[in-house]
T-cell receptor
Framework: DSGVTQTPKHLITATGQRVTLRCSPRSGDLSVYWYQQSLDQGLQFLIQ???????AKGNILERFSAQQFPDLHSELNLSSLELGDSALYFC???????????FGPGTRLLVL | SQQGEEDPQALSIQEGENATMNCSYKTSINNLQWYRQNSGRGLVHLILIRSNEREKHSGRLRVTLDTSKKSSSLLITASRAADTASYFCATGLLTGGGNKLTFGTGTQLKVEL
């Protein structure tokens, strides 16, 4: 158990809908990262937050957005969902000035 | 986009044998890490090597890094059935307060009894 929690574990929804994925980092970790893992794209970095501020952006679609709250938990919002958004979404956290990331168990999203 | 290409894509060995996985990347990095993933579950951090290091050990794991060739290798010695998993290399670039990881395509390791 990495200490990073993600909810929900599974999510099934329809095209065009909007969902919110939630992540709680390990105690003391200020950085939160979001990744998408799909069969065709592999593991892709989406976005990073540090202490509430966006710090790095990867291949995140405009339909997707994220934020990190004062209590350091983070949410990833996915809107106007398409079939191709079906994937495993991972959150990871890291302590200040440390390179290692600790991954949560992921949220499996299925868009029908 | 994928930074790292891993080789082989799949590897099947007998318990007790050594397993070697290779990772090549394209751009400059600050560090490189290896992660393990069991069938659709979360990633577990194995080992980190910084760009100014050449070799690191952790238990049965040995990692090398050659920045001139932009390549790394992970050696698992005396493999066990429990080592069966997918292994990913991830190159790291330091960002504001963090480390942006770009993952490779992964090697699927199967260790048979």
């Amino acid at each position: 158990d990495s200490g990073v929690t993600q909810t929900p574990k599974h999510l099934i929804t329809a095209t065009g809908q909007r969902v919110t994925l939630r992540c709680s980092p390990r105690s003391g970790d200020l950085s939160v990262y979001w990744y998408q893992q799909s069969l065709d794209q592999g593991l892709q970095f989406l976005i990073q937050y540090y202490n509430g501020e966006e710090r790095a952006k990867g291949n995140i679609l405009e339909r997707f957005s994220a934020q990190q709250f004062p209590d350091l938990h983070s949410e990833l919002n996915l809107s106007s969902l398409e079939l191709g958004d079906s994937a495993l979404y991972f959150c990871a956290s890291s302590p200040p000035s440390r390179e290692t990331q600790y991954f949560g168990p992921g949220t499996r999203l299925l868009v029908l | 986009s994928q930074q790292g290409e891993e080789d082989p894509q799949a590897l099947s060995i007998q318990e007790g044998e050594n397993a070697t996985m290779n990772c090549s990347y394209k751009t400059s990095i600050n560090n490189l890490q290896w992660y393990r993933q069991n069938s659709g579950r979360g990633l577990v951090h194995l080992i980190l090597i910084r760009s100014n290091e050449r070799e690191k050990h952790s238990g049965r794991l040995r990692v090398t890094l050659d920045t001139s060739k932009k390549s790394s290798s992970l050696l698992i010695t005396a493999s066990r059935a429990a080592d069966t998993a997918s292994y990913f290399c991830a190159t790291g670039l330091l960002t504001g307060g963090g480390n942006k990881l770009t993952f490779g395509t992964g090697t699927q390791l199967k260790v048979e009894l």
